[in-house]
T-cell receptor, first 114, second 113 residues
Framework: ELKVEQNPLFLSMQEGKNYTIYCNYS?????LYWYRQDPGKSLESLFV?????AVKQEGRLMASLDTKARLSTLHITAAVHDLSATYFC??????????????FGKGTKLSVKP | NAGVTQTPKFQVLKTGQSMTLQCAQD?????MSWYRQDPGMGLRLIHY???????DQGEVPNGYNVSRSTTEDFPLRLLSAAPSQTSVYFC????????????FGSGTRLTVV
């Protein structure tokens, strides 16, 4: 059974600081997704990582995937208040071909303070 | 394109009642899935489908039924609602390669009293 663990679960940051959210998963997978959720809202897709070594960047966020270590990171650079949200990683448990199901981590609630 | 449309947005049920949560997408996506979100639990997969006529169980399928008669629609049925099914329900869809990620609906907030 695939398990997806995120840490930390809660993160309070100061504006301008850097930090990394970690997503570990327990079985072989080659597809990983990062989502953002604002309170009371739906999930917004941030990154789709489809191979070992994949790195994607959008603004102050950068995501990477190491399938051998079964680890993905979401790095935040020079945080701003607008990044305050809950961030989820989700793993496709079907190595080599998707079947339409994802297993989510519990989420990291990020709060960026002045 | 409306994307993924979920109805209703809010619902209160009494224990033992049944209801259907609707999910429709207009993007011709093959993959559709249902998740529930509870505080501190992330999203947990209930049922999913890789195409019309094909469904499978996820992590927490008990108490829920699904069917997929068309590509566009993937309704979730609660057979006999229980307070433990109080949650926010999200429907998602993706093209069959899932290389472009999944699109989520706006959610249905269900309370069972």
């Amino acid at each position: 059974e695939l398990k997806v663990e995120q840490n930390p679960l809660f993160l309070s940051m100061q504006e301008g600081k850097n930090y990394t959210i970690y997503c570990n998963y327990s079985t072989t997978s080659d597809r990983l997704y990062w989502y953002r959720q604002d309170p009371g809202k739906s999930l917004e897709s941030l990154f789709v990582l489809l191979s070992n070594g994949a790195v994607k960047q959008e603004g102050r966020l950068m995501a990477s995937l190491d399938t051998k270590a079964r680890l993905s990171t979401l790095h935040i650079t020079a945080a701003v208040h607008d990044l305050s949200a809950t961030y989820f990683c989700a793993v496709d448990p079907n190595y080599g071909g998707s079947q339409g199901n994802l297993i989510f981590g519990k989420g990291t609630k990020l709060s960026v303070k002045p | 394109n409306a994307g993924v449309t979920q109805t209703p947005k809010f619902q209160v049920l009494k224990t033992g009642q049944s209801m259907t949560l609707q999910c429709a997408q207009d993007m011709n996506h093959e993959y559709m899935s249902w998740y529930r979100q509870d505080p501190g639990m992330g999203l947990r997969l209930i049922h999913y489908s890789v195409g019309a006529g094909i469904t499978d169980q996820g992590e927490v399928p008990n108490g829920y039924n699904v069917s997929r008669s068309t590509t566009e629609d993937f309704p979730l049925r609660l057979l006999s609602a229980a307070p433990s099914q109080t949650s926010v329900y999200f429907c998602a869809s993706s093209p069959d390669s899932s290389d472009y990620g999944y699109t989520f609906g706006s959610g249905t907030r269900l309370t069972v009293v």
